[in-house]
């Protein structure tokens, strides 16, 4: 079972950066397409970004093209987020998951084990 931890987060000014991470245990991280998603108090889970397990397709909500990178590092099982030119609406927490089935790529009832997540927040 892949067990993740979320890090990273903090309060960041509008306009600022941060860089989150995902450290994940357990054999399967390799094998699998990773996603960010984000969640706000009364909303669904949100899909940020997912990344295969070679790198070789990366998909991002339109709404973070341009701004976010995402990015893993298979021989130290982590995943990453670059976050740029934060907005307010940013705000949210965040969470990373391995792709446990073949449906659409921005839908989290694809996605599974997820963390605990790590809190951002965008504000002056």
């Known amino acids: 079972q892949v067990q993740l931890l979320e890090s990273g987060g903090g309060l960041v000014q509008p306009g600022g950066s941060l860089r989150l991470s995902c450290a994940a245990s357990?054999?399967?991280?390799?094998?699998?397409?990773m996603g960010w998603f984000r969640q706000t108090p009364g909303k669904e889970r949100e899909f940020v970004a997912a990344?295969?397990?070679?790198?070789?397709?990366?998909y991002y909500a339109d709404f973070v093209k341009g701004r976010f990178t995402i990015s893993r590092d298979n021989a130290k099982n982590t995943l990453y987020l670059q976050m740029n030119s934060l907005k307010p609406e940013g705000t949210a927490v965040y969470y990373c998951?391995?792709?446990?089935?073949?449906?659409?790529?921005?839908?989290?009832?694809?996605?599974?084990?997820w963390g605990q997540g790590t809190q951002v927040t965008v504000s002056s």
């Open positions: 357990g054999r399967t991280f390799n094998g699998n397409t």
């Open positions: 990344i295969t397990w070679n790198a070789g397709t990366i």
């Open positions: 998951a391995p792709r446990r089935s073949s449906g659409d790529i921005n839908d989290p009832i694809n996605f599974g084990s």
